[in-house]
Nanobody, 129 residues
Framework: QVQLVESGGGLVQAGGSLRLSCAASGRTFSRNGMGWFRQAPGKEREFVASFNWSGGSTSYADSVKGRFTIPRDNAKNTVYLQMNSLKSEDTAVYYC??????????????????????WGQGTQVTVSS
């Protein structure tokens, strides 16, 4: 399995931007689906964004569409979550996740946490209004 470490979280005012990083180690992740999820206190973990290595398509939750993007840098073995126009409701712990190597999943499946085999430790994002 690939090991994932997130960074870049912090406190930001509403309307601001943050970029989260997810660095992978153990092996390259060019053939892994990558996802970002978040979990707010008292709520279930929810899908934010995903990247499908088979075809290179991306997918976003409706709540972040148009504000967040999921760029990746294969040379650095890193995937990012660029978050713009942040809102107080974006406050949560953000997790990155990777699927198994070479596993091809549909866009729907990439929204399901149980489809991922590797998870980072999470990074806190707090948006003040």
């Amino acid at each position: 399995q690939v090991q994932l470490v997130e960074s870049g979280g912090g406190l930001v005012q509403a309307g601001g931007s943050l970029r989260l990083s997810c660095a992978a180690s153990g092996r390259t992740f060019s053939r892994n689906g990558m996802g970002w999820f978040r979990q707010a206190p008292g709520k279930e973990r929810e899908f934010v964004a995903s990247f499908n290595w088979s075809g290179g398509s991306t997918s976003y939750a409706d709540s972040v569409k148009g504000r967040f993007t999921i760029p990746r840098d294969n040379a650095k073995n890193t995937v990012y979550l660029q978050m713009n126009s942040l809102k107080s409701e974006d406050t949560a712990v953000y997790y990155c996740a990777a699927t198994g190597d070479g596993i091809i999943l549909s866009g729907y499946d990439l929204r399901v946490p149980s489809r991922y085999t590797s998870w980072g430790q999470g990074t806190q994002v707090t948006v003040s209004s």
